[in-house]
């Protein structure tokens, strides 16, 4: 099961990519996650990566594409990963296919799944001033949709819970602009290799999770 979620910044699939991971056993692979754990650690790609990620602008594919499509040929990817984050440009989602038509043959090449989480631009400033994240572990949570149950520290690890530079107001709307002009032709990607399948990501989370389930079991 190979499957890449698309989606607006805080459309919530990355929530989504975690609760599939956990159902069918197959690792959630998050670009920002590794990315802001280079920042955390102060390595060179963190810092580079983060001069980008704090303006709200897309990492450079020359940073990016390698580093995802190094990880999707690890072992723990035999059985299929979840890409959450990437790819974010066609010429990401190109150089994942041809990475895919190289390593895989039969049933082992391409994409199961494209799942675009659909949420409103409006509802989308909303929520994400909500968002806290856990810079420890990568847990994220909602202050009103998904709160951690012990307040402003994490569930998992204890940390105190931030709200991401990257999530802040101003970098929202950054965002958004280049989500449209550089992430949305994804979709029209992915539907033209008939791998689309699109939910509607205002519902309450386990809704969208459980119209997921379908979609990949139908
Ligand atoms: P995310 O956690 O997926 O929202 O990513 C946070 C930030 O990391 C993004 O706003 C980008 O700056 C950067 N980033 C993550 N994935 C990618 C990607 N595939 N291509 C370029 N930049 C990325």
């Known amino acids: 099961m190979k499957i890449v979620m698309l989606g607006a910044p805080g459309a919530g699939k990355g929530t989504q990519a975690k609760m599939i991971a956990a159902k069918y056993q197959v690792p959630h692979i998050s670009s920002g996650d590794i990315f802001r754990s280079n920042i955390k650690n102060g390595t060179e790609l963190g810092k580079k990566a983060k001069e980008y990620m704090d303006q709200g602008l897309l990492v450079p594919d ?5 580093l995802v499509i190094d990880r999707v040929s690890w072992d723990d990817c035999k059985n299929g ?8 440009t066609i ?6 296919d041809a990475a895919l038509a190289k390593n895989g043959s039969g049933e ?3 994409l199961d799944f494209a799942i675009n989480v659909d949420v409103p631009d409006e509802n989308i400033v909303r929520r994400m001033s909500g968002r806290r994240a856990c810079l420890k572990c990568g847990a994220t949570y909602h ?6 149950k012990k307040g402003d520290v994490c569930e998992v690890c204890g940390e105190a819970l931030v709200l991401r530079d990257d999530d802040k107001p101003e970098t929202v709307q950054k965002r958004l602009a280049v989500y449209h002009e550089q992430t949305q032709p994804l ?21 969208v999770f459980a119209a997921i389930v379908r979609i990949l079991e139908a």
């Open 143 to 148: 202050t009103v949709y998904n709160p951690s």
């Open 108 to 110: 082992n090449c391409g």
């Open 187 to 207: 979709i029209e990607y992915y539907d033209g290799q008939s791998i689309l399948k699109t939910v509607d990501g205002t519902q309450d989370m386990n809704d």
């Open 91 to 96: 010429p990401q989602a190109k150089a994942l």
């Open 81 to 88: 990963y979840i890409l959450d984050g990437f790819p974010r």
């Open 62 to 66: 020359e940073l990016t594409v390698d």
